[in-house]
């Protein structure tokens, strides 16, 4: 999968990684959790397929770029 933007993070993952491998075992509507959720790849990939999504980061910068994801999102 193509890397997305640098967003600063030492463990950044793909939204098209996250996309493709929720999208073979949800169905839209569904809820997902990612307990440690970094910057938050988990909030683009659910909203493109109609999931619900809850993440938990203790580390704050992490948190704040997963807060402005979310916010993008709106």
Do not use: M, W
Not at 19 to 48: E, K, M, Q, W, Y
């Amino acid at each position: 999968y193509p890397s997305d933007d640098n967003l600063n993070h030492h463990a950044q993952k793909p939204v098209g990684l996250y996309t493709d491998l929720l999208s073979r075992s949800c169905n839209p509507g569904d809820s997902v959790i990612d307990p440690f959720c970094g910057t938050g790849t988990i909030f683009p990939a659910a909203h493109g397929l109609k999931l619900r999504a809850t993440g938990i980061e203790l580390d704050e910068s992490a948190y704040g770029i997963a807060v402005r994801r979310l916010e993008e999102l709106k």
